[in-house]
């Protein structure tokens, strides 16, 4: 593993300051609110950061990321705290909810090992693989032992020799992090299935290693001169000549798969086998666990099967959803060249050119979808009643505080775009959203509505026919600016936050109110976060440096 090469490929940052690595502040004081700059990191002199190692905690409140000096040596900062210099390090991993950081690291002839929370584990010959546990308290990697044995290291502590250990999936966690899971490829050339270091089984090949849900249940597809057969706590199913789409159901009582054999596919479910056809595919379980559904080819057309009960023929299918109460389902399939959308397996609506989203509402009866009309005209339309006609739509929003109303993004040439709330237009601007530039494409984003959560207050950001941005709120229109971010509303829905472009600098804008503090921008990823009803924070970046700040955001 060439950890260096990897890292001088990125994208590098010259930087330009004298280091500074002591946590400072900057506070200033505005009428409505006090920020307060806190400082992550900040570089010499020639030093270079790579972009695409900067990685951002899930809270979005900690940093880290990768330097590298001039005499090419490599290390990494985590909230403004440099690691030590090392020959090369791999892109740290921040683990979730613990908020660790973990990266491998290689030094000049010792070979390599695991920094976690900036202390080394043991030194092996080669390492990789990094990865926490979902609740953060556990770490794995992959190690080659000097000797040239590799070994999988759980915690530091290296587990049972093997010749290799496969790199996909590599090493998982159970969901409650108590257990893990790798195949190895012993002396001998079998893989073995190996959970909690104990070697479970040993055949030509494995594949597909999945925990359930709870936990306490454990699959996987083990090959024999039989063929392939799923292996559930310890029971071995029938042989195939492939399986695949090994799914727990959400509770975790049921394991259902698919096993080819011959020249048909089987759908099996808790070890017996519900249907076989020519074709078969799309497993899925409600998040309530208490529908099972599939889909199947005979005759030359297919059926999506729910319950044992087989739907219309259809050409194909598209977007399966579900109500939240668990008790409806639908699906958007094509029968001949139209498109349609099925409720709980009978057509509610047809005749369309396309499907292009499809949910229910939070009354758990009403489907709602975005259906284009054979005419290219797009519509929302709720169960079997469309909304008018647009040249396009986006996706509905419901509105948190009053189910079953809804507001969507619409546009119609030659006069902009609107924002359609309970069906009726508001003020139309010359653009919804906010759009950005990648790889010499613009791609838009944003392109919806945001709702506070009690549900009284929407907002929106728009540009008009001078290019000015600004954010809509409650359909009035807040100061012009260069460009503006999705805006973030408290949890209580008093106040409202986003960024904004002014004079090549970017500002925290708060219920209209501009920030004193000017910054390069807002680190990707790192959005603004509310942790109280009045304050939030956000991580941004400022030059020269460039310097890495978080900014903390008090409202009086």
């Given at each position: 593993m060439n950890v260096k090469k990897f890292f001088i490929q990125g994208l590098p940052i010259v930087l330009a300051a004298l280091a500074f690595f002591a946590v400072s502040s900057n506070l200033y004081a505005h009428p409505g609110f006090t920020e307060k700059s806190v400082l992550l990191g900040r570089h010499k002199n020639g030093e270079k950061v790579y972009r695409k190692s900067i990685q951002i905690s899930d809270d979005k409140q900690h940093i880290a990321y990768i330097s590298e000096s001039r005499d090419g040596r490599v290390r990494v900062w985590v909230d403004g705290i440099a690691g030590e210099s090392y020959?090369?390090?791999s892109t740290p991993v921040i683990a979730p909810v613990t908020n660790r950081v973990g990266y491998i690291a290689a030094k000049n002839g010792q070979g390599m090992f695991a920094v976690i929370d900036g202390r080394k584990g043991p030194i092996f010959k080669k390492a990789d693989s990094l990865v926490f546990s979902p609740d953060g308290s556990r770490f794995a990697y992959r190690a080659m032992t000097m000797d040239g044995k590799v070994v999988a290291v759980i915690d530091n502590i290296p587990g049972p020799e093997f010749?290799?250990?496969?790199?996909?999936?590599?090493?998982?966690?159970s969901y409650d992090s108590a257990h893990f899971a790798y195949t190895a490829i012993n002396m001998a050339g079998s893989q073995v299935m190996v959970k909690d270091h104990k070697q479970l089984t040993a055949c030509k090949e494995i594949a597909s290693p999945v925990f359930s849900l709870d936990s306490k249940r454990f699959a996987y597809a083990a090959k024999s001169e039989k063929g392939w057969a799923v292996i559930c706590d310890k029971k071995k199913g029938g042989y195939y000549k492939a399986v695949f789409d090994l799914t727990f159901s959400p509770d975790s009582r049921h394991l259902a798969y698919l096993g080819k054999r011959n020249a048909n596919i089987a759908v099996v479910k808790d070890g017996e086998e519900i249907e076989s056809a020519k074709s078969a595919g799309m497993l899925f379980f409600s998040p309530c666990s208490n529908i099972f559904g599939y889909l199947m080819k005979k005759n030359r057309a297919w059926h999506v099967v729910v319950n044992g009960e087989k739907g219309p023929a259809i050409a194909r299918p598209d977007k399966v959803a579900f109500s939240d109460d668990c008790s409806h389902f639908a699906y958007s399939a094509q029968i001949g060249k139209d498109?349609?959308?099925?409720?709980?397996?009978?057509?509610?609506a047809k005749n369309f050119k396309k499907i292009r989203y499809i949910d229910f509402l939070s009354d758990n009866r009403s489907v709602i979808y975005v259906a284009v009309e054979k005419t290219g005209k797009q519509c929302v339309v709720v169960d079997d009643k469309k909304g008018p006609l647009y040249d396009s739509v986006g996706i509905p929003v419901e509105n948190p505080g009053k189910k079953g109303t809804f507001a969507y993004v619409a546009s119609k040439k030659g006069k902009g775009m609107t924002l359609v709330i309970d069906g009726k237009e508001q003020k139309p601007y010359r653009y919804i959203g906010i759009g950005v530039k990648a790889e010499g494409k613009t791609f838009s984003f944003a392109q919806q509505p945001f709702f506070s959560p009690d549900g009284k207050h929407v907002a929106y950001p728009v540009k008009d026919e001078k290019g000015r941005s600004f954010m809509v709120v409650d359909g009035k229109s807040q100061e012009y600016y260069e460009a503006v971010s999705e805006p973030?509303?408290?949890?209580d829905g008093k106040h409202i936050a986003y960024t904004a472009r002014k004079n090549n600098g970017w500002i925290v804008v708060v219920d209209g109110m501009e920030g004193k503090e000017k910054f390069a921008g807002v680190i990707w990823g790192a959005d603004i976060v509310f942790d109280s009803p009045s304050s939030f924070y956000v991580l941004v970046l400022k030059f020269p440096g460039p310097s890495f700040y978080k900014l903390q955001v008090t409202i009086h």
């Open positions: 020959l090369g390090v010749y290799n250990i496969k790199k996909k999936p590599g090493i998982i966690f498109w349609v959308v099925i409720k709980d397996n009978i057509v509610i973030v509303f408290s949890p």
